[in-house]
């Protein structure tokens, strides 16, 4: 038991066990455990969304997503798809599990991206662009935080990541670091937007997970926790979060 009354103000360290999260398969699930899935999901893509509208900087696979759109008769959605696409054929000499929740990440992220892109606003005022990329970052902390707790499956970019960790043997930290460092350069060569908000993103969207999580749990009212399982979510993979 944890005895120490500050220990609710930090961001959680593990995922909260709610009433809607699926065991054993990846690929049933109760009709709520689906509208969880798919309003975190829309929710990280809205958060996506909001960087790419403030014009300051967004995610490194976003910068990746936005470049190919500048060089490819393509959208910023589309191209973000049909990354996701990519990324899980890699999956298959990687011999990576799918799940619902996979297939679920490739299409609602980048649906929601795509349409939210048209509806929230593109501030030109400076403070009102770091607002919106603290909005985004804290959208995209809760739609994970909702995500994690349905356990349906990785997403693809993190099966990409544990993949090539049990692959190679190399820490799951710096397998992460290296492929988003990749990402990051390949997409601002192609003309991907690289800025503050990207830097406020690597290091505000790891607490961000951390906070959705400890709300969702709040929420739900869960009672207990399990280790975050980097097999089990697109959580971004940063090490503020792994158990």
């Given at each position: 038991?944890?005895?120490?009354?500050?220990?609710?103000l930090l961001p959680s360290r593990s995922v909260p066990l709610t009433r809607w999260r699926v065991e054993g398969t990846r690929?049933?699930?109760?009709?709520?455990?689906?509208?969880?899935?798919?309003?975190?999901?829309?929710?990280?893509?809205t958060g996506e969304a909001l960087l790419v509208d403030a014009g300051i900087g967004v995610s490194p696979w976003t910068v990746?997503?936005?470049?190919?759109?500048?060089?490819?008769?393509?959208?910023?959605?589309?191209?973000?798809?049909?990354?996701?696409?990519?990324?899980?054929?890699?999956?298959?000499?990687?011999?990576?599990?799918?799940?619902?929740?996979?297939?679920?990440?490739?299409?609602?992220?980048?649906?929601?991206?795509?349409?939210?892109?048209?509806?929230?606003?593109?501030?030109?005022?400076?403070?009102?662009?770091?607002?919106?990329?603290?909005?985004?970052?804290?959208?995209?902390?809760?739609?994970?935080?909702?995500?994690?707790?349905?356990?349906?499956?990785?997403?693809?970019?993190?099966?990409?990541?544990?993949?090539?960790?049990?692959?190679?043997?190399?820490?799951?930290?710096?397998?992460?670091?290296?492929?988003?460092?990749?990402?990051?350069?390949?997409?601002?060569?192609?003309?991907?937007?690289?800025?503050?908000?990207?830097?406020?993103?690597?290091?505000?969207?790891?607490?961000?997970?951390?906070?959705?999580?400890?709300?969702?749990?709040?929420?739900?009212?869960?009672?207990?926790?399990?280790?975050?399982?980097?097999?089990d979510s697109d959580w971004t993979g940063h090490p503020e979060l792994e158990a």
């Open positions: 038991m944890n005895r120490n009354p500050w220990s609710r690929w049933k699930a109760r009709p709520t455990t689906l509208l969880v899935l798919a309003v975190g999901l829309w929710l990280f893509g990746f997503a936005e470049g190919l759109s500048t060089r490819l008769p393509i959208s910023i959605g589309a191209a973000y798809f049909w990354t996701s696409v990519v990324v899980l054929l890699l999956w298959i000499p990687l011999r990576e599990r799918p799940g619902l929740g996979t297939l679920a990440n490739a299409v609602i992220i980048a649906l929601s991206l795509q349409v939210m892109l048209e509806i929230l606003p593109t501030p030109s005022a400076f403070g009102w662009q770091v607002l919106q990329v603290l909005a985004g970052i804290a959208c995209i902390g809760i739609g994970s935080g909702l995500y994690l707790t349905t356990n349906l499956g990785p997403g693809p970019r993190d099966g990409l990541m544990t993949g090539i960790h049990r692959r190679s043997g190399s820490p799951v930290s710096l397998v992460r670091l290296g492929i988003e460092v990749a990402v990051l350069s390949f997409g601002w060569l192609l003309g991907g937007t690289v800025g503050l908000g990207t830097v406020l993103f690597a290091l505000l969207v790891g607490p961000s997970v951390g906070y959705g999580l400890r709300a969702v749990g709040l929420l739900a009212g869960a009672t207990a926790t399990a280790p975050i399982d980097e097999n």
